[in-house]
């Protein structure tokens, strides 16, 4: 479910000593910085791998930006408009969402983000 916490309760010292690690790993690229820093602090590994997560859909959002372009984006006015507007928005809610990561992982909290939450537990770190 979204907004769950993990089964496991997170020491306050992991917490207290990984906020800063915990916001970074949401920038992106930059979740595996926070992994290699702190490996045995399981609050960082936890928004580390939701930072891992949200990078792998940047990568293939704009991976699929480039395919509209080399395609679909090549239709006279129609093309551009429609991308611009999928650029604008899509950009803005990966912006808004690694915003809010980084600020729920700065404040100490543990959220699932809808849809990223659900895979956490996938990803092997």
């Known amino acids: 479910m979204p ?8 020491p306050e010292s992991d917490v207290a000593n990984g906020r ?3 916001a970074v790993a949401y920038l992106p690229g930059l979740c595996f910085l926070s992994l290699f820093a702190a490996p045995e602090n399981r609050y960082v590994g936890f928004h580390a ?4 997560l949200l990078f792998l859909v940047e990568v293939i959002v704009w991976v699929a930006f480039g395919i509209y372009d080399a ?10 408009l429609v991308g611009a507007a999928l650029r604008f ?3 803005f809610t990966l912006l ?3 915003l809010y990561g980084m600020l729920k992982g ?11 939450g659900d895979a956490i537990e996938k990803v092997p770190f």
């Open 3 to 10: 907004g769950e916490v993990p089964l496991q309760p997170i």
């Open 20 to 22: 800063v690690l915990a």
């Open 49 to 52: 791998r939701q930072g891992f």
């Open 71 to 80: 395609s679909l984006g090549r239709i006279p006015i129609l093309g551009f």
């Open 89 to 91: 928005g899509i950009g």
């Open 96 to 98: 808004g969402t690694t």
């Open 106 to 116: 700065a404040t100490g909290e543990m959220i699932r983000m809808p849809f990223l």
